[in-house]
């Protein structure tokens, strides 16, 4: 490869999976000529002339922005794109609508009219939505970026608004698939029952109202497959708010990076019955440690898990058909284990950090006008 490439990856500073994918990006940098620093590099976002002056100091080729509007006003991608090329990719769909299930599947992207986020006596009136979506429509329709969409699914989503007539690449996320392949651990040294089939849930429930990752449909569900497969155990790796649990079920709250590896490696099935989701980081490391995956057809994952030969896909919602699914495969080790070694090989094969670094650099390079 020649000439390299100085990023500057800006994010917001929360965790989750648009975090885990932005500082993906440090990994492969170095192997494929990406010289690549993070910002905020303290433990609070930074204000505008401070992350200026980083900025002008470390002189990026390319800025590459994720989710900042948590941590800076939403018109900072109209600044930065005044300085540097910059790169955007789109984790949500907070660019067009706002952070509720209700906005994920949603093509009212001109306006927020009729919003079922709203009561009905506000919805077809002006409301804070209709104010936000105007003021993001403004700033998104004056700019001068390169869109990256992590799935096919988001590109379709964004591409009826006005960030359809951005430039666009779809760049899947990427996977250490080497951290996930060594042998399981003794599934007591992860906290997990020595006996009996293990279905893994990963992710935050961090309110009652919180359902976007579906674990109330997955609970629901769970009570049933006990009564198929009595020895089955659910594991849920996450912060809980607001459910009980039914029997069978091990809340292990939030777990560190290596343990979290320790617990795809040592369950039978990863289940994530999500209402809305991009490309999920979890479907790629359970894929990754050769699990088969129960997921839903919502978002991107359709595109991650073939249906019948690396998981099994569920409608949103349908708690019947997800029980089903759960008691096939925690009651077919055979089947799981065949299913789990596709969805390994089709990681490896399409969400490496290998693929997905190649198609960043390139991107990179292009945006940077250093092609060669």
């Known amino acids: 490869m020649s000439g390299g490439v100085r990023v500057a990856i800006i994010n917001q500073l929360q965790g989750g999976g648009a975090t885990t994918a932005a500082k993906e990006l440090l990994e492969w940098g170095p192997g494929q000529g990406v010289h690549a620093t993070y910002f905020p590099r303290g433990e609070r976002a930074e204000s505008r002339a401070t992350l200026w002056r980083e900025l002008d100091a470390f002189a990026p080729d390319v800025v590459h922005l994720h989710c900042w509007y948590q941590s800076w006003e939403y018109d900072l991608i109209s600044e930065l794109a005044s300085r540097w090329p910059v790169v955007f990719t789109a984790h949500d769909p907070y660019v067009v609508n706002q952070y509720g299930i209700e906005c994920w599947e949603c093509f009212r992207n001109a306006l927020c009219f009729g919003c079922p986020g709203l009561g009905p006596l506000r919805r077809w009136r002006p409301n804070y939505r209709i104010l936000e979506r105007l003021a993001k429509r403004r700033v998104n329709r004056a700019l001068d970026v390169h869109l990256v969409c992590p799935s096919e699914w988001m590109r379709r989503r964004l591409s009826r608004s006005e960030w359809g007539k951005r430039p666009t690449s779809v760049i899947p996320y990427s996977v250490d698939t080497d951290r996930y392949t060594g042998a399981a651990p003794r599934r007591a040294r992860v906290g997990l029952p020595e006996a009996g089939p293990v279905a893994l849930f990963v992710g935050n429930m961090y309110s009652p109202d919180d359902h976007r990752k579906g674990l109330p449909d997955l609970l629901s569900a769970f009570r049933a497959v006990r009564e198929l497969v009595p020895t089955a155990t659910l594991a849920i790796a996450g912060r809980v708010e607001g459910v ?28 994530l019955p999500s209402h809305g989701d991009n490309l999920p980081v979890t479907v790629l490391e359970a894929m990754a440690a050769g699990l088969p995956v129960i997921g839903t057809r919502v978002g991107g994952i359709p595109e991650q898990v073939v249906e019948g030969e690396t998981g099994l896909l569920v409608g949103r919602g349908d708690q019947a058909s997800l029980s089903d699914a759960l008691a096939v495969l925690l009651s077919d080790p055979d089947r799981s284990a065949a299913m789990g070694q596709a969805g390994r090989a089709r990681c490896h094969a399409r969400y490496s950090r290998a693929v997905s670094g190649e198609l960043h650099a390139s991107l990179y390079r292009r945006v940077a006008g250093k092609t060669a």
């Open 244 to 271: 009980s649990p039914p029997g069978g079920t091990l809340v292990l709250g939030e777990v560190d990076a290596d343990r979290l590896v320790g617990l795809y490696q040592a369950s039978d099935v990863f289940v």
